[in-house]
């Protein structure tokens, strides 16, 4: 018996990033994956016009800012696919090819989720639990945005958490980096974003009832400890 193939969905948050996320939801559309959706959270810059400007995508646009995780909320909530890919508008050296090796791990059902990993020294020491670049089943991981859609940057380790005990794949994504902060705006404005993103993950483990036992499995365990 023939079974269907899941079908995706790409999912492009973006926040004032008309400079550089072009390229990406054009590989987006090019890698032949599935729907493209861009969601604009409520960016200052003609990010909206550049999305919309690009054939094959669908924009998301609201008027509030709200943060890194109700943006891919509201982009999986108006996806059609069974997985969710999840991708940072700002990233260099990407490639239809890196998207589909995310993709691959889910649609031949040996695994419930999939990171990629970046090549460069601070990704991997660093930043690996944190990165975007991902794939889920939308009806798993679909419950778990609904609570976590006001976490801002704590996203990641958010789900990394609740897939503690999930089949969840490091894929290399070797040549891939994201545009780094200081590139991107002023000094002090480099500054202050990444101050408030590493902020937002240090209280959300803070917060938590449980803070080794969450820094454990949200940072460490399926991406430095080597369970896979």
């Given at each position: 018996m023939s079974t269907s193939v899941p079908t995706v969905s790409i999912i492009v948050p973006a926040f004032n990033e008309h400079e550089r996320m072009a390229g990406v939801l054009q590989i987006a559309v090019d890698s032949g994956l599935g729907e493209v959706i861009c969601v604009n959270d409520a960016s200052s810059d003609n990010t909206r016009e550049?999305?919309?400007?690009?054939?094959?995508?669908?924009?998301?646009?609201?008027?509030?800012?709200?943060?890194?995780?109700?943006a891919v909320w509201r982009g999986v909530n108006e996806a059609k696919g069974d997985i969710v890919l999840f991708v940072d508008a700002d990233l260099i050296g990407l490639s239809p090819a890196l998207l589909a090796s995310l993709v691959a791990p889910l649609r031949d059902g040996q695994y419930d989720a999939a990171?990629?990993?970046?090549?460069?020294?601070?990704?991997?020491v660093f930043f690996r639990p944190v990165n975007g670049d991902r794939a889920y089943f939308k009806k798993d991981v679909l419950?778990?945005?609904?609570?976590?859609?006001?976490?801002?940057?704590?996203?990641?380790l958010s789900l990394n958490y609740e897939y503690r005990n999930k089949r969840v794949k490091m894929v290399a994504f070797e040549g891939v980096h994201q545009f780094f902060q200081f590139k991107k705006k002023s000094f002090t404005g480099a500054v202050k974003q990444l101050g408030q993103q590493w902020r937002e993950i240090y209280l959300l483990v803070l917060r938590h009832e449980r803070p080794l036992h969450f820094f454990y499995y949200a940072y460490l365990y399926h991406f430095y400890v080597g369970r896979q």
């Open positions: 550049i999305a919309q400007s690009i054939k094959g995508v669908k924009v998301v646009s609201y008027d509030k800012n709200h943060g890194k995780a109700y990171v990629g990993i970046r090549g460069e020294i601070w990704d991997k419950p778990y945005l609904e609570r976590f859609r006001d976490k801002g940057y704590g996203l990641e």
